[in-house]
Nanobody, 114 residues
Framework: QVQLVESGGGLVQAGGSLRLSCTAS????????MAWFRQGPGKQREWVAG???????NYADSVKGRFTISRNGAKNTVYLQMNSLKPEDTAVYYC????????WGQGTQVTVSS
């Protein structure tokens, strides 16, 4: 089992920045990929960015150049640095860990005001 705890959401004006954190505990050795998803009001959950165990990062086109995913040396915490935020980035952001199982955090609200 893997437990994921997110933090760092909040309210920010358009053009501002936020950094989300996701810390994994439990069977972290079983994780191959850690990623961020988001679900906006009335929308389906969508993939935002991902980090493979090999250190490869990928981004959705909608956030490329504005968001950066990174991790700590122990590889149990993943960050999402979000710059130049737009109102359409408003969503609940979820951390995801995939390996032997598929695990989700509880989500953290990000609200971007215009």
């Amino acid at each position: 089992q893997v437990q994921l705890v997110e933090s760092g959401g909040g309210l920010v004006q358009a053009g501002g920045s936020l950094r989300l954190s996701c810390t994994a505990s439990g069977s972290i050795f079983s994780i191959n990929v850690m990623a961020w998803f988001r679900q906006g009001p009335g929308k389906q959950r969508e993939w935002v960015a991902g980090f493979t165990s090999a250190g490869v990062t990928n981004y959705a086109d909608s956030v490329k150049g504005r968001f950066t995913i990174s991790r700590n040396g122990a590889k149990n915490t993943v960050y999402l640095q979000m710059n130049s935020l737009k109102p359409e980035d408003t969503a609940v952001y979820y951390c995801n860990a995939f390996g032997r199982g598929n695990y989700w955090g509880q989500g953290t609200q990000v609200t971007v005001s215009s």
